[in-house]
């Protein structure tokens, strides 16, 4: 495995948002992470990569403990998070993102900009643009190759889907199934059952900050504990 | 109770004077520098209104110090003005001189607003030195010891008395301000803008009067103790005069006037106090600064209490005071205002909508955050608002209460458009709201937040309530037994007069409804009043909104995730989703809708 | 007449470009760690001292005291960064600026002890006769200094914009979490930028130092005029600092020339207020681009 969460805790003053979170990451692998909103999704892949603090429990990393490294050390590991709001550099041109983005690979090797292009031929469109005046889809793209350049061995990915045309989503999928096909692996926050389950093959379902299910995704789509998770 | 609020309020001026009566045990030399220290006292107290409690950076104090004492000098000097008229004088202008500098100062915040008080600081003196003609320039006005009635007080003893005395005399409105209602005010502003706007807090105007208040106590200051340095010239009131000054808060304490006023008259001593240290006394004096704002966030002032005020029992979260009476009794209590015909509520007569949200449209850049949502809340309902994040309730919720303005639409509160009622009216209209990331005002005790939700909260209630809360009047009496009928109706009554930021986020939100309830509005809109909250929590919550809106009938507008919280609570619900209404009804029919289930679920045909 | 301005201007242009330095540094530090320091004159001050040592004490060349005077400025700006400041960012602005006004002060108190004397000079970094364009005259040292500290104002500006530690700090100014998130650590960066806010700082005092002297006031004057400068050109942008400098240079002179050598002191105070008031985005802000 490369990614091992064991007893995970994250609380925001008197809130628990992540209680007792354990997830396994494989080589390769591709995990979902499902739930309604304010289940803790968001909150459990930024304590992994060290954006926000845990109160407990542990991370490794390819072998490492990584539990209390600086969100910016773990990511010139290779452990890349695309979080929900993108966080874009809104005066970055595209291309000056994806240079920002390598800065991650550290000492490893940086991802090369033309490769990022062939994946996404609309961004090489646009490489002088500036990442502000991107469509949302557009800009998606850009966080996702803005954390490929660091060449990660796991992205996690934070809710991608959000706010995307269903045409869009449909291509997206194609994308990642298409890193994945390069050997990273990766983990996907999701709300969206039927995305997660075209992508993963096992899932997790939190809600209120614990896990209610573990299961294949496959089993998970028409299962009725999940919906209750997401309406209860 | 009563003895000790009388205390409170009277406790700094009686300790000023008896200062400077205990000071005609010492020396001639100690007299003096006990009047400096008074009188530096009574500059802390001021900056306390607006450093500590408005936590706003202010650096002219010197200029205000300076328009004090050319303000009563002048006219003694130049026109044979009695010291007493020209005292006055002098305050009424040092308070001028405060509106001045705040009109244009208060659109600003933080660093800004420190260089525009810079700017204040710097103009005022340089005009002084330049007007020769009138202050003397750099070269000084000496001054006269002061003539009271005939006495002239020219001895050290015979000034620090009259220092002493006018001093206590001065910083007496203040204190009453402080420790009443503009006071906690002051520092629910300080805590959270819109949630202070949200009840009635008009901002900038709260913090036009600390300057105000501030100014003229300063400029008094000023003038009262001009006359014992002989001569006085601009460039000691310089701006390192307004930097020293702004320390006496910072390290005597940020949590009450106490604090502003021994910070004050310890620094001012410690000068002449250490005197064979006197050239290293500034850097001292700077690292002092610098160490209290790492060390003691609070100052020394909340160090002493910390340490050693009783710290109050650990409550277990789940501990809560049962409430003495049925809810509607605690209507008598609350409807202090008489906004309310005290009475059950009647039918529900579902076809009056309390409130009509028609059309509304918001847009920030590119992207429209609420596009054309209309739906009707009917009176005595609860009404829920459920969707996917980002689906834009909290900008509806904005909108409504009037923190934000819409683009397009109209919002109707019983027939009433509020397009033109600013957000600090509304509460007197009966709406209030909760915050998602209930936004107590974290300082305050929770008796005060729930004090401050009753709405009075004009500058000038503000001012006329902090006297009455002094006075401890029936007045006074009845808000306070209002707050804390609010407080039992939600289970708080027995942390009263604990700080609200202590509280457990359960206890918050329930504080937050408290707050909500008091001024007995006919709406609340209440923002995930049970995220992160534990399940037995967000039960007792879910009773306790169905027995306000029950027994009070007060409607309600609630946004909320979770889903079976929702549905047992409300008697309609609507669901947002981009922007947009995607559906409205009988909750468990909205529940069970295909649109809802996609927005959620997101069952869109990927796969095919 | 004409000849009269034109000295009056390029006057104000020597001070301007000193003026621009400091605000530029304001600026850099502003952006990337979103800190206002008031503490900036404190490092202005440390440059001119430094310039003073080397130039007048060690009798070293001007080139040895621009390369130390950076240096001083910008580790101790660093130091008072990672000392100091860093622990406190986590609470609200209201520490943050507070403490760097106690420390601006202290640390101009501190040069007054090591140097109990009203005011050092500093010669001038050149000689010779001076140049007449017309009747107006133009000394060669105004020329150095205008000429000197543009080319470091427009090398920091360009730095910024388009060096790699440049990126990071644009980053980390945009979006914490996204530089974060790219391997940028927030505390090297804000080191970093507050290192190089200094080393400006402690240039623009070498190049004032000839002008001014060595005094404990000078902090007080530069990080007036540095504010001054920085809000006219909009705060957060380097090229507004830079312009905003050289405009207040020239309002100064103008103002000492025509209407009287008070007035001089006031120029500052008056542009900054006017500025906040009319137009408190300043007169060059930066485009924004929002995201959509």
């Known amino acids: 495995m490369i990614l091992q969460v064991s007893n995970l805790r994250v609380t925001a003053g008197p809130m628990i948002r992540v209680d007792n979170l354990d997830l396994t990451l494989e080589e390769r692998g591709c995990l979902a992470l499902l739930g309604p909103n304010g289940a803790g999704k968001t909150a459990s892949v930024e304590a992994i990569i060290g954006l926000i603090p845990k109160s407990s429990g542990r991370v490794t990393f390819d072998g490492l403990d990584i539990s209390s490294l600086p969100a910016s050390s773990v990511v010139r590991m290779g452990l890349s998070l695309v979080p929900q709001l993108r966080e874009l550099f809104p005066g970055f041109t595209v291309d000056e993102t994806l240079l920002a983005g390598a800065n991650a690979a550290g000492r490893r090797k940086a991802g090369s900009r033309d490769h990022i292009y062939d994946l996404f031929p609309r961004l090489a469109e646009r490489r002088h643009q500036f990442a502000g005046s991107l469509s949302g889809g557009e800009q998606q793209m850009l966080a996702i190759s803005r954390a490929l350049m660091s060449n990660p061995k796991v992205i996690l990915l934070d809710e991608p889907s959000a706010g995307l045309a269903v045409g869009i989503v449909r291509s997206f999928i194609d994308v990642v199934r298409q890193i994945r096909a390069t050997g990273v692996a990766i983990l996907l926050v999701e709300q969206n059952l039927e995305i997660a389950s075209a992508l993963a093959e096992n899932c997790i379902v939190m809600a209120a900050g614990r896990v209610v299910w573990r299961g294949s995704a496959d089993d998970a789509i028409n299962n009725e504990e999940i919906r209750r998770a997401y309406f209860a | 109770m009563s003895r000790t609020g009388a205390l409170r309020v009277f406790a700094p001026s009686l300790f000023v004077f008896a200062l400077s009566i205990a000071g005609l045990l010492l020396g001639s030399y100690w007299q003096y520098v006990l009047a400096l220290s008074i009188s530096a006292a009574v500059i802390g107290t001021a900056l306390a209104m607006i450093v500590s409690y408005a936590r706003c950076i202010t650096i002219a104090t010197g200029a205000m110090l300076a328009i004090g004492a050319y303000g009563a000098a002048l006219p003694v000097v130049r026109l044979d003005v009695p010291f007493l008229v020209a005292l006055l004088f002098a305050t009424a202008l040092g308070g001028l001189a405060g509106l001045i500098l705040a009109v244009p100062g208060v659109r600003f915040r933080s660093h800004n607003l ?4 810079f700017v204040f600081q710097a103009v005022v003196i340089i005009v002084l030195r330049q007007s020769k003609g009138l202050t003397g320039g750099a070269e000084g006005l000496p001054i006269p010891a002061p003539v009271v009635f005939g006495f002239r007080f020219s001895s050290d003893a015979d000034f620090l008395l009259l220092c002493g005395f006018l001093s206590a005399l001065v910083i007496l409105p203040l204190i009453v301000l402080l420790e009443g209602a503009l006071g906690k005010n002051l520092r629910a502003v300080a805590a959270n803008e819109s949630a202070a706007r949200a009840f009635g807090i008009n901002v900038n105007r709260h913090l036009i009067a600390a300057f105000v208040w501030s100014s003229a106590v300063i400029a008094c200051a000023g003038a009262i103790m001009a006359p014992r340095y002989r001569i006085i010239d601009p460039d000691s009131y310089g701006i390192l005069a307004s930097i020293l000054a702004l320390a006496y808060p910072i390290v005597g304490g940020m949590g009450s006037p106490w604090g502003g006023l021994v910070g004050g008259a310890v620094l001012r001593a410690l000068p002449e106090v250490l005197r064979p240290l006197a050239d290293y006394l500034e850097l001292m004096f700077c690292i002092l600064v610098v160490a209290t704002i790492i060390f003691f ?3 020394f002032g909340s160090f002493v209490t910390g340490t050693f005020r009783r710290k109050p029992a650990k409550l277990e979260t789940s501990a809560r005071s049962e409430p003495r009476r049925a809810v509607h009794d605690f209507i008598s209590d609350m409807n202090i205002l008489g906004r309310r015909e005290v009475r059950p509520p009647q039918d529900r007569s579902r076809s009056t909508p309390i409130l009509r949200i028609s059309g509304v449209t918001k847009s920030y850049g590119a992207l429209r955050a609420v596009s054309h949502v209309s739906f009707d809340v009917t009176a005595q309902t609860i009404h829920g608002l459920m969707g996917p994040n980002g689906a834009g309730k909290t900008t509806l919720f904005n909108i409504v209460s009037g923190l934000n303005a ?7 509160f019983d027939g009433t458009p509020l397009d033109d009622v600013p957000v600090e009216s509304r509460i007197k209209l009966g709406m209030s709201r909760t915050f998602q990331h209930a936004a107590v005002f974290d300082k305050l005790s929770c008796v005060d937040n729930v004090l401050i939700g009753l709405g009075l909260n004009d ?18 009496r009845a808000e306070r037994k209002a707050a804390m009928a609010a407080l039992d109706a939600v289970g708080l009554a027995h942390r009263a007069r604990e700080g609200a930021g202590s509280l457990s986020l359960g206890d918050q939100r329930r504080l937050e409804i408290a707050r909500a309830i008091v001024s007995c509005p006919r709406i609340i809109l209440l923002d995930e009043p049970v995220s992160g909250v534990s399940v037995e929590e967000a039960a007792g919550l879910r009773e306790l909104l169905l027995r306000i809106n029950r027994e009070l009938g007060t409607g309600m ?15 309609r619900i609507s669901v947002m989703s981009d922007g947009r209404i995607i559906a409205e009804g009988d909750p468990d029919v909205v529940v069970n809708d295909a649109l809802v289930r996609r927005a959620y679920f997101g069952e869109r045909e990927i796969s095919a | 007449m004409l000849s009269e301005l034109l000295m009056i201007v390029v006057g104000g242009l020597k001070m301007g470009a000193i003026y621009s330095l400091t605000a530029i540094g304001i600026v850099v530090i502003h952006k990337a760690t979103r800190t206002v320091n008031f503490a900036h004159g404190a490092f202005v001050l440390c440059g001119a001292y430094v310039t003073y040592g080397i130039v007048e004490v060690l009798q070293f060349g001007w080139w040895a005291a621009f390369v130390l005077a950076s240096l001083a400025g910008g580790l101790l700006a660093a130091v008072v960064e990672l000392g100091i400041l860093r622990p406190i960012r986590q609470a609200d602005s209201f520490a943050v600026i507070t403490a760097t006004i106690f420390i601006g002060i202290g640390i101009s108190d501190i040069y007054r002890l090591l140097q109990n004397t009203e005011i050092l000079a500093v010669r ?4 010779g006769a001076p140049l007449f364009i017309g009747d107006a005259m133009i000394t060669r040292e105004q020329i150095a200094v205008v000429g000197g500290a543009m080319a470091v104002a427009l090398i920091g500006v360009a730095l910024f914009a388009y060096a790699k530690f440049g990126r990071g700090m644009r980053a980390m100014a945009s979006n914490p979490r996204g530089a974060v998130l790219c391997g940028y650590s927030s505390d090297a960066m ?8 200094g080393a400006m700082a402690g240039v623009a005092g070498s190049f004032a130092a000839p002008s001014t002297g060595v005094t404990a006031e000078l902090s007080v004057a530069m990080v007036t005029a540095g504010f001054a400068a920085a809000v006219i050109g909009g705060f957060d942008s380097l090229r507004g600092a830079l312009l905003g400098g050289l ?13 009287s050598s008070a007035m001089k002191n006031a120029v500052s105070f008056l542009l900054i207020f006017i500025i906040l008031l009319w137009r408190p985005q300043g007169l060059f802000p930066e485009a924004k681009i929002r995201h959509v």
């Open chain 3, 124 to 127: 001038s970094m050149i000689r």
């Open chain 2, 297 to 299: 966030p609070g100052g």
């Open chain 3, 247 to 259: 405009i207040l240079g020239v309002c100064e002179t103008l103002a000492a020339g025509y209407v």
């Open chain 2, 406 to 412: 819409s683009d397009e639409g109209q919002v109707l």
């Open chain 3, 190 to 197: 804000n080191a970093l930028a507050w290192f190089v806010g």
């Open chain 2, 114 to 117: 420190a260089m525009v008080t």
């Open chain 2, 459 to 476: 500058i000038w209630q503000a001012s006329v309530r902090s006297v009455h809360m002094a006075m401890h009047s029936q007045r006074a």
């Open chain 2, 557 to 571: 507008v609630v946004i909320e995730h979770n889903i079976s919280f929702l549905v047992s609570l409300c008697n």
